[in-house]
């Protein structure tokens, strides 16, 4: 089972500016994502178990993997119902640390197993290929980047240059109105 990791920001808790959206924290035992905030609220999802009822009148507690596999987390909307905190609730508060990366960067708060899936069935989709082979390239492709060093900028400057060998956009400065040479938008 997965651990959180419990940061306290202060003896008294978190305030409202300690929240964001995507963030996970602690209060009155469970663990929570803040969904939304408010001018002095902030709305959070439980994300350490959900509670499903039936018809019958019985109750089922899915634990938070067996949640996201169902995708009981992917919103807004959200499945799971939504509990308003207000300035009573934040003191009693603590963040929960994000899980690391290998390199020990945090991950990004919405990237869940179910959130990698989807992305990868996406890319599949686009590409008419399996879900294996667009991870593979997905990361082929961050990998490269990587390895090449480059800005954003010194690509665009690449792609510019290219494009003026190519005859697009001759004498234009204007990244805007090159770019929309380019595509034959101009």
Same mark, same amino acid.
């Given at each position: +089972? ?7 920001? /202060? ?5 409202? &500016?300690?929240? =964001?959206?995507?963030t996970e924290f =602690? ?12 001018? *002095?609220?902030?709305? /959070?999802?439980? +994300? ?8 019958? @009148?019985?109750?089922?507690?899915? #634990?938070?993997?067996? /949640? ?7 919103? %807004? ?13 934040? %003191?009693?508060?603590? $963040?929960?640390? %994000? %899980?690391?990366?290998?390199?020990? #960067? &945090?991950?990004?708060?919405? $990237? ?21 082979? !667009?991870?593979?390239? !997905? ?5 490269? *980047?990587?390895?090449? @060093?480059? #800005? ?6 690449? !792609? ?5 060998? &190519?005859?697009? @956009? !001759? ?6 109105? $090159?770019?929309?040479? +380019?595509?034959?938008? &101009?």
């Amino acid at each position: +089972m997965e651990k959180d990791i419990e940061t306290p920001l /202060a003896p008294e808790g978190m305030t409202h &500016a300690d929240f =964001r959206i995507g963030t996970e924290f =602690r209060c009155a035992g469970a663990v929570w994502r803040c969904t939304d905030i408010g001018t *002095r609220t902030v709305v /959070a999802i439980r +994300m350490d178990q959900v509670e499903i009822g039936s018809a019958s @009148g019985g109750l089922r507690i899915l #634990t938070r993997q067996e /949640a996201e596999q169902d995708g009981w987390f992917t919103g %807004p909307p959200y499945a799971v119902a939504e509990r308003v905190f207000d300035e009573d609730d934040f %003191p009693v508060c603590t $963040l929960v640390a %994000p %899980p690391e990366c290998s390199d020990g #960067t &945090a991950l990004p708060p919405d $990237l869940s197993a179910a959130g990698a899936d989807m992305l990868a069935n996406e890319l599949a989709q686009r590409l008419g290929i399996d879900s294996d082979r !667009a991870i593979h390239l !997905a990361v082929i492709s961050y990998l490269r *980047r990587l390895d090449s @060093g480059d #800005t954003l900028s010194q690509r665009v400057a690449h !792609a510019q240059v290219q494009a003026r060998k &190519a005859g697009i @956009g !001759a004498g234009l400065t204007d990244h805007k109105t $090159l770019t929309d040479d +380019m595509w034959g938008e &101009a």
